[in-house]
């Protein structure tokens, strides 16, 4: 019996397979071509130019590419873009609606942060904490922080710094530090 293998000739210059992938992206509607096999922190950062969602593992380890994609946490270092046509997608540029929210505030007077390459996972991680319990204690911030390394710094800066977002959350208005309970802090 002969068996007869057929060559392909396969172009380097040849596209990839492809498509137009639409998302609400930071509360604006965006178009963009996308490879059918790219990630979504690839078409964020290279095709979008949002380089504030970090590339740190590609394995969903170290939470530097996190990101809300229609409410929900997600890492997008392990997200097919494709996936998400129709999304809508807040990514660490979204964050605030352009102002400090009182965690991010809470972040920076606490000293929470080094260089900063971790701000994406360790905040919409701890967003989403708040959200659900506006009174964590300690052990529930620390595993809300898990899936996401910092090589910088300490997390007890995050966890004081947490303390102190929630005080301020709970507060109708700017809280003054004799309205709050600082005895967790």
């Not at 930071?26 to 964020?44: A, F, M, P, T, Y």
């Not at 506006?134 to 910092?150: Q, S």
């Not at 966890?159 to 530090?177: F, I, L």
């Amino acid at each position: 019996m002969t068996v007869v293998i057929q060559e392909q000739s396969i172009e380097a210059d040849s596209p990839a397979p492809g498509r137009m992938l639409t998302v609400t992206l930071n509360g604006k509607r965006q178009r963009v071509h996308i490879e059918d096999r790219q990630l979504l922190v690839d078409v964020l950062r290279g095709n979008l130019g949002l380089t504030g969602t970090h590339v740190g593992c590609y394995n969903g380890d170290c939470g530097a590419c996190t990101l809300r994609i229609d409410g929900r946490v997600a890492k997008s270092c392990l997200i097919l873009a494709a996936s998400v046509d129709g999304s809508d997608i807040v990514t660490i540029e979204g964050f605030g609606n352009g102002q400090l929210d009182p965690l991010q505030q809470a972040l920076w007077e606490s000293d929470a942060f080094q260089c900063g390459f971790c701000v994406p996972g360790h905040l919409f991680a701890l967003d989403d904490l708040l959200n659900n319990n506006p009174e964590p204690t300690d052990k529930e911030i620390r595993d809300a922080l898990i899936g996401n390394l910092c090589r910088c710094t300490g997390y007890m800066n995050l966890v004081a710094a947490t303390h102190e977002a929630a005080a301020r959350r709970r507060c109708s208005a700017p809280c003054d530090k004799y309205e709050r309970d600082d005895s967790e802090v």
